[in-house]
């Protein structure tokens, strides 16, 4: 499975990204699809993620209420639509696959795109 994220760049605080997340390869075995961030000094953290077959999603405490995670099926890609966006959401995003045979290891793994939050 390949990952293709894209969607990143500068915005004000307050302001709204949408990132997407295209996937290609075997792609009917992909279980959950999630993404990641990486703040500059920082480790890599969980903001959200979303099991393919059933739309059910999961997001991280920091993200919750402003993040929505979607999923299209039909063009195998994950979007994650980025609202009231902070100083502090700004990071790397990446995108990430678990396939179904390993549900909880993120096995495949997107380029990261950037995304820059100005205060």
């Known amino acids: 499975v390949q990952l293709q994220a894209s969607g990143g760049g500068l915005v004000q605080a307050g302001g709204s990204l949408r990132l997407s997340c295209q996937a290609s390869?075997?792609?009917?075995?992909?279980?959950?699809m999630a993404w990641f961030r990486q703040a500059p000094g920082k480790e890599r953290e969980f903001a959200s993620a979303v099991i393919w077959s059933d739309s059910s999603t999961d997001y991280a405490d920091s993200v919750k209420g402003r993040f929505t995670i979607s999923r299209d099926n039909a063009k195998n890609t994950v979007y994650l639509q980025m609202n009231s966006l902070k100083p502090e959401d700004m990071a790397v995003y990446y995108c990430a696959a678990a396939p179904r045979n390993r549900k909880y290891d993120y096995a495949y793994w997107g380029q990261g795109t950037l995304v820059t939050v100005s205060s």
């Open positions: 390869g075997l792609t009917y075995t992909v279980y959950k």
